[in-house]
């Protein structure tokens, strides 16, 4: 799964990470790394490449993946209005 992180701060990120511990990863990365090793040994994933626009991580798992849509959509908090 694809999920936006934009307005997320660091202490924000932690909590969802542990609220998702041992029932996935999601992996944050700089979008040209993530693409290049995605071109180099994971060539299923391609069709992702123009997806991975913007501040965005990638979540894994063997699991349910809607209970981890569902814990995530639990951590989501309005934007601050500025």
Not at 26 to 49: C, D, H, Q, S, W
Not at 64 to 78: N, R
Request: aromatic residues 4%.
């Amino acid at each position: 799964m694809i999920v936006g992180a934009d307005n997320v701060g660091s202490s924000h990120m932690q909590k969802i990470r542990a609220s998702i511990r041992g029932k996935g990863i999601l992996l944050m990365g700089k979008n040209t790394m993530v693409r290049r090793v995605i071109r180099a040994e994971y060539k299923k994933f391609e069709p992702l490449i123009p997806q991975l626009e913007g501040n965005v991580g990638l979540l894994f798992t063997d699991g349910d993946l809607a209970e981890l849509k569902d814990i995530i959509l639990e951590q989501k908090v309005p934007a601050a209005a500025k």
